[in-house]
């Protein structure tokens, strides 16, 4: 592998701490946190998920934070798409230009490439769905740090959550995962 190419994503890269998460900049958070930020959330969580889970479970820490890490490097150039928007893209549009992205970027960076690319968009293995999982709940946390902070539209984010029973939030098979959500949802509820 280049050098030169290796050095060209990760300057690229750089620029994930410039991009904000869009959807609570659409909801009046006027200094939301960046997509580095959350990735960095989402690692932070999952590594203290995986901790709390008993040894022996289906998950890999190492993988599981590999994922967490790299899960929104895409939006280096696509940005940070909101769920209103992926509702007006052809289905299976995003996932696509997410694994040419992820391909790109990753190759350099050895010959699994192509594997956590795919591995990535799809969720196939349990820590990709961990991930999957702990990327949900941290996006809810993040929107109750900004609800206390008086930023009331993040509470929209809740309206999926709200709207199922608390049983079918998809926890990725981590009980850690699930009481975390439940005491987040109790709390809230207040």
Same mark, same amino acid.
């Given at each position: ?23 609570? +900049?659409? #909801? ?8 580095? &930020? @959350?990735?960095?959330? $989402? %690692? !932070? *969580?999952?590594?203290?998920? +995986?901790? #709390? ?8 820490? &190492? @993988?599981?934070?590999? $994922? %967490? !890490? *790299? ?5 280096? #150039? ?14 299976? %549009? ?97």
């Amino acid at each position: 592998m280049s050098s030169e190419r290796l050095l060209d994503s990760l300057i690229e890269l750089q620029m994930l701490d410039r991009i904000p998460r869009t959807g609570f +900049l659409q #909801r009046g958070v006027v200094e939301p946190e960046s997509v580095a &930020e @959350h990735s960095f959330q $989402l %690692a !932070l *969580l999952v590594w203290a998920v +995986l901790r #709390r889970e008993p040894p022996g479970g289906p998950w890999r820490l &190492e @993988h599981a934070l590999e $994922l %967490a !890490l *790299l899960h929104d490097i895409a939006e280096v #150039r696509t940005g940070d798409i909101p769920r209103s928007a992926n509702s007006a893209l052809p289905r299976e %549009a995003k996932k696509k230009a997410e694994l040419k992205i992820f391909l790109e970027l990753l190759e350099p960076t050895g010959d699994d490439a192509a594997e956590l690319a795919q591995e990535l968009v799809t969720a196939t293995s349990p820590e990709a769905r961990l991930v999957k999982a702990c990327d949900r709940l941290q996006l809810l946390i993040k929107a109750h740090v900004y609800e206390s902070q008086g930023y009331l539209g993040a509470s929209e984010f809740w309206s999926t959550a709200e709207r199922a029973a608390p049983e079918e939030f998809e926890d990725g098979g981590s009980r850690v995962v699930r009481e975390l959500f439940d005491t987040l949802r109790k709390r809230r509820l207040g």
